[in-house]
């Protein structure tokens, strides 16, 4: 017989004998009477209470609604709110080795300096030059630089025009601008930490000479770019999807704009105001929209007495000439 084969017949006799071995050789122990086992009620009865729910966090208050600040300031050193921030502002505008000067260097402008209220407090700043090159932006908190994004247009293929800040979700900051070469608006988020939120294609657009966006609490973002075509728009909602397809809808003034802001007016209503070119002067147009960029209803404007001879610069659209055209 093969060795395996013998192998494997004499493993049962030498478990067989190692059993026995040690039953012999163990003692019979003496009982102990055992205790009964406690019951479930005495178990629970016996164990501590469970903690109470962690009390729910407050839910964080929205950033509050409408366009950016802008301003254009001639020294950034004039500013209270920018001058905790003039070291790392000295740094991206005068580069590192004039920063280091006894002096500090003087940023001297102009600079365009726009300003948001982030959800839940705190700023959300954008510098540039008067020409919007050379962008830094900024989130603040009670004055304290919370993050610094010193190229935040870095990796968009350019030129990238007309950046745009405004709040972003997580209590971060977004900003939206147009690009170029590929004819769109892009979107480009962080959060409250300045991590990378999202990058979003927000609206196609052959043309752009001026941008425009506002946060519309429970809504999203409202943008509009402005050009020789007219004012197209997009409503770039709250989940990042955008509303009015990739192309927007075409809103307000047929002709041409020189630029568009944007106002809410609520939770279902906003204005798109136009300042349009005309023979003998640029003219002030608004248009009135719900969330699915169709027209609301306005009061027709007062007709001017019949002894005055001004003439005024507002006209009101919305009623009769704000419907949306197809792109």
């Not at 709250?238 to 047929?254: C, I, K, P, R, Y």
Request: charged fraction near 15%; include cysteine.
């Amino acid at each position: 017989m093969p060795s395996f084969a013998r192998r494997l017949l004499l493993l049962p006799g030498l478990l067989a004998a190692v059993g026995c071995s040690r039953a012999s050789s163990s003692q019979p122990e003496a009982s102990v009477p055992s205790e009964p086992a406690p019951s479930s009620s005495e178990v629970a009865s016996s164990s501590p209470p469970p903690p109470p729910p962690a009390p729910a966090l407050p839910p964080i208050p929205p950033a509050p609604p409408g366009e950016a600040q802008r301003k254009t300031v001639q020294a950034l050193e004039r500013e209270p709110l920018l001058v905790p921030q003039l070291a790392p502002l000295r740094a991206h505008f005068l580069g590192l080795r004039q920063a280091g000067q006894v002096d500090g260097g003087t940023l001297r402008g102009p600079f365009l300096v726009q300003r948001i209220e982030r959800s839940g407090g705190g700023d959300g700043v954008l510098v540039s030059r008067a020409d919007e090159s050379d962008p830094f932006a900024m989130a603040l908190d009670r004055g304290q630089l919370v993050f610094s994004k010193e190229r935040p247009v870095a990796g968009i293929t350019p030129p990238v025009q007309h950046i745009t800040i405004a709040p972003g979700p997580e209590r971060g900051i977004v900003l939206f601008s147009y690009v170029a070469t590929l004819h769109l608006v892009a979107a480009r988020m962080w959060a409250d930490d300045g991590n990378p939120f999202a990058e979003n294609v927000v609206l196609e657009a052959p043309e752009c000479d001026a941008l425009a966006a506002a946060y519309w609490p429970g809504n999203g973002w409202l943008v509009a770019c402005s050009s020789k075509d007219g004012t197209r728009a997009q409503l770039l909602r709250e989940n990042l999807t955008s509303a009015w397809g990739t192309a927007g809808l075409v809103l307000g003034n047929a002709g041409p704009v020189a630029s568009a802001r944007i106002a809410i007016d609520s939770p279902t209503e906003w204005t798109l105001v136009q300042r349009a070119r005309a023979i003998g002067g640029d003219r002030t147009l608004t248009y009135r929209y719900d969330a699915d960029g169709q027209p609301v209803s306005q009061p027709l404007p007062q007709p001017m007495p019949s002894s005055s001879t001004s003439k005024t610069n507002v006209e009101l659209g919305g009623m009769t000439g704000g419907n949306p055209r197809a792109p």
